[in-house]
């Protein structure tokens, strides 16, 4: 005699309820990777985040002066730390000017220094460069670039670099004498002209 059909196993039961069971242990082992693994990219984000933007410095009385090596020129306040320099070096097949932010910046950062004025846009890339001392903003243009007609007219001229504030120079014919060396349309010695005062 058979038993009743009510009572008997169903084939696989058993295996079905242990196979569940397993999976719901694993389950409450671990949490799952995805949040592990947002955890891990919020920690390395905040070490790798860009310093906090300083303030724009005042310039008012700041003026270009002669620097102690010929062909460089210094913009700031007299008897401070310069704020921007610019200089003529030779470049590969053309003479360019180097192009000094004396503002702090984050290691081996790369960013766009703009100077607006005159009528004109100049935009150079810049390297954080170590001097020794401090990271700082340094570029190159080529000295016939015709984005440095920024720096030949009688208005005043905005630079900018991101994160280091925007640098007001004051009108002056010494950025335009100095480009204007570089390319060889003036002697070396032709006298440099008085600042504006």
């Known amino acids: ?28 082992c671990k949490p799952p990777a995805v949040d592990d693994y947002v955890e ?24 270009w002066a002669e620097s102690d090596r010929p062909g460089r020129i210094l913009y700031g306040k007299p008897g401070e730390a310069p704020l921007l320099a610019l200089a003529c070096e030779a470049g590969a097949g053309a003479p360019r000017i180097h192009i000094t932010r004396y503002v702090a910046a984050d290691p081996e950062a790369k960013a766009i220094l703009a100077l607006i004025g005159n009528g004109h846009v100049a935009r150079v890339p810049v390297d954080a460069t170590w001097n020794g001392r401090a990271w700082l903003w340094e570029g190159y243009i080529d000295a016939d670039d ?7 007219g009688p208005r005043r001229i905005e630079a900018t670099v991101p994160g280091g504030g925007t640098v007001d120079i004051h009108p002056s014919a010494r950025p335009q ?8 349309q003036r002697p070396p010695g032709d006298p440099v002209p008085p600042e504006q005062g």
């Open 146 to 152: 015709p984005g440095l007609d920024v720096l030949t």
């Open 40 to 63: 891990r990219v919020a920690l390395d984000a905040a070490q790798s985040r860009a310093s906090d933007p300083l303030p724009s410095p005042d310039t008012t009385g700041a003026l």
């Open 177 to 184: 004498h100095l480009v204007e060396v570089c390319l060889g």
């Open 1 to 28: 005699m058979s038993a009743p059909s009510s009572a008997r196993a169903e084939p696989g039961g058993s295996g079905r309820l242990a196979l569940c069971a397993v999976v719901f242990a694993l389950a409450a």
